[in-house]
């Protein structure tokens, strides 16, 4: 079975253009048709009733038997053509004169009074042979010396203006599709001079791969309706430029990271294999290898996380939690590792906010070592929050090393640390932060870090419910 291949753009447009435009002809090819079929109409009628109101007036003044005898043929030509009918008969006799060249069968119909005006109305239409119409006037005329009115029947068969009329319909139907075959023509063409910047776009689009996509779209020439769909696939370039590039930094990152613990793990390994070892080396090197799998696994959790996390269908369970007993829980999980470090943990702050409370909790854990693995020996890390009206604000500071500008606003991307950390790279798996803006992402709220004159700051926001 051959594969449906869909019709162009172009041909769709050509087509609806020339279905249109064959409507439009026509329907303006209808209109007139019956206008033209209305005015013959009226027309016949009106000459029809002439012809007979003028035998009327005729007979009116004259001994009608006679003048019938002496000139016959004047009433065939007063009719005027071979498909004519006319009758003139008192009533329950015989005609006077029958002119009747088609043999056409005399219909039976009432007549007009004497006395009475002839009007278009009394003509009566009717379909007689191969639905050509007929029409026909009867009525009554006062004879001189006649003991009753003389009755005139007149009709005639509008062959001619059938003819005529089926010729202009059939002229109408070739205009109607001529015109929408040449429409349908200069559509096409117009079409696909019209269509020619969308292709260029398109062009330029499947010129650019992962070679080089920092290739932009050229915007300069198209034409306004396609600016937007331009800006929206440079949008979507930069976006995937920036994707690419941060993923290639988080595999050359992770690659970096996993180097070291496994490096350190085949290397001790090796060593051990390549002589018999008393019992306490080997226990030793099991304590080593086991901290180093703890932080591959650690690594590999916090790596699940993120991928859990960047799904738009990732659920939470948002709560209204305590600030002061959530500030106070993790400052006294973190106040062992703090008198280690030589800092001291503060938690000041009230209220209310609307979060994930394993979710709060590991982001704060996560500000928390980070900043007690950085602060100053001696110095007080303050955790603190502030409520509003619109949600709530968290933030941990601590006295330590300025972060330079330029590192600040990537120190949430995955694997990003500072040039001045990175020689402690061995107790971080450096995706801390980026889980923390993850967790924020879920939540709908902002993340902010700042650094200045040996304080740095970092800042949750939290919406309200």
């Known amino acids: 079975?051959?594969?449906?291949?869909?019709?162009?753009?172009?041909?769709?447009?050509?087509?609806?253009?020339a279905l249109l435009s064959f409507a439009v002809i026509a329907s303006i090819g209808a209109a007139l048709y019956k206008d033209l079929e209305r005015q013959l109409i009226m027309r016949d009628d009106v000459a029809l009733v002439a012809r007979v109101d003028q035998i009327r007036t005729l007979v009116r003044d004259v001994?009608?038997?006679?003048?019938?005898?002496?000139?016959?043929?004047?009433?065939?030509?007063?009719?005027?053509n071979r498909e004519a009918l006319l009758v003139l008969r008192f009533a329950g006799q015989p005609p006077l004169i029958e002119v009747n060249p088609g043999h056409t069968p005399v219909p039976d119909v009432a007549p007009v009074a004497a006395n009475a005006p002839l009007m278009r109305t009394a003509v009566d239409h009717q379909s007689e042979r191969n639905g050509v119409p007929f029409i026909v006037v009867a009525a009554e005329a006062h004879v001189n010396g006649a003991p009753q009115d003389l009755q005139i029947i007149a009709g005639r068969l509008m062959t001619e203006r059938t003819a005529m009329l089926r010729s202009y319909r059939n002229q109408i139907w070739l205009v109607s599709l001529g015109g929408a075959l040449l429409l349908a023509l200069l559509a096409w063409w117009v079409a696909q001079r019209g269509l020619r910047p969308l292709h260029r776009v398109a062009q330029q689009t499947a010129a650019i791969g992962i070679r080089n996509l920092s290739t932009r779209i050229d915007a300069a020439a198209a034409p306004r309706e396609l600016l937007p769909l331009i800006d929206g696939f440079n949008?979507?370039?930069?976006r995937l430029e920036r994707g690419f590039t941060q993923l290639s930094q988080v595999s050359a990152d992770m690659a970096h990271d996993l180097r070291t613990p496994i490096g350190n793990l085949l290397g001790q390994t090796e060593v051990a294999l390549g002589q018999r070892r008393d019992a306490a080396y080997y226990e030793k090197l099991l304590g080593s290898?086991?901290?180093?799998?703890?932080?591959?696994?650690?690594?590999?959790?916090?790596?699940?996380?993120l991928a859990r996390a960047e799904h738009a269908d990732h659920a939470i369970e948002r709560k209204a939690l305590a600030l002061d007993d959530e500030l106070q829980r993790m400052a006294d999980y973190f106040e062992g590792l703090a008198e280690e470090r030589g800092v001291r943990l503060a938690a000041q702050g009230e209220g209310q906010v609307w979060a994930d409370p394993t979710l709060l909790r590991r982001a704060l854990a996560n500000l928390l070592a980070n900043a007690v693995r950085y602060a100053?020996?001696?110095?007080?890390?303050?955790?603190?929050?502030?409520?509003?009206?619109?949600?709530?604000?968290?933030?941990?500071?601590n006295r330590g090393p300025t972060i330079a500008p330029q590192h600040l606003e990537r120190l949430f991307d995955r694997f990003y640390r500072a040039d001045a950390a990175r020689a402690d790279s061995s107790a971080s798996s450096g995706l801390g932060l980026s889980i923390v803006r993850s967790i924020m992402t879920l939540h709908s709220g902002r993340w902010h870090a700042a650094s200045a004159g040996g304080v740095t700051r970092f800042t949750l926001r939290f919406p309200g419910r």
């Open 289 to 305: 290898n086991f901290e180093e799998l703890q932080r591959l696994s650690k690594m590999a959790d916090n790596m699940l996380f």
């Open 63 to 80: 001994d009608v038997v006679d003048l019938i005898r002496q000139k016959p043929e004047m009433f065939s030509n007063m009719m005027g």
């Open 376 to 397: 100053d020996e001696g110095s007080e890390i303050v955790l603190a929050a502030q409520t509003d009206a619109d949600g709530a604000t968290i933030s941990v500071e």
């Open 235 to 238: 949008a979507m370039l930069d």
């Open 1 to 17: 079975m051959m594969p449906y291949a869909p019709r162009s753009l172009v041909a769709r447009l050509a087509l609806l253009f």
